[in-house]
Every structure is written in structure tokens, then in C-alpha cells.
């Protein structure tokens, strides 16, 4: 992203900040026996890819 000067490349490491500390909190949630939400969140997770790729990685794929 730099490379390519990717305006955005703020948000964009905001976003995938954002999920990696969410995926984090859930390990810890499942770690505890607390799995409902985790599963929710892991069913979700999915659609939340497939509109990063189709909206923010495409666009940093034409850089």
C-alpha cells in the first residue's frame, strides 16, 4: 500500500486492526466456554471478507 501511495491505507489497516482485535476477543470468549456470540461472529465473518475483497482489496488491487 505504500508502495503504491493507496490513499486510504489508514482505514484500510484500521479495518483489518478492528477484526483481528474482535477475532481475538472471541478466542479468548471460546477459551472461556463462551461460545454463542463467537459463533455468531465466525458466521458473519464470511460476508464481512467477501465486502472487504469486493470494496477495499479491489481497489488496492488496481495500485
Known amino acids: ?20 482485535g474482535e477475532l481475538d476477543h472471541f478466542a479468548r470468549s471460546v477459551a ?8 455468531d461472529y465466525a458466521r458473519n465473518l464470511a460476508t464481512w471478507f467477501t ?5 477495499m482489496d479491489s481497489v488496492l488491487a488496481g495500485c
Do not use: D, Q, W, Y
Open 51 to 55: 465486502t472487504h475483497l469486493a470494496t
Open 32 to 39: 472461556a466456554g463462551r461460545l454463542g456470540m463467537a459463533r
Open 1 to 20: 500500500m505504500p508502495a503504491c501511495r493507496f490513499p486510504a491505507i489508514g482505514e484500510h489497516n484500521s479495518e483489518h486492526l478492528r477484526v483481528l
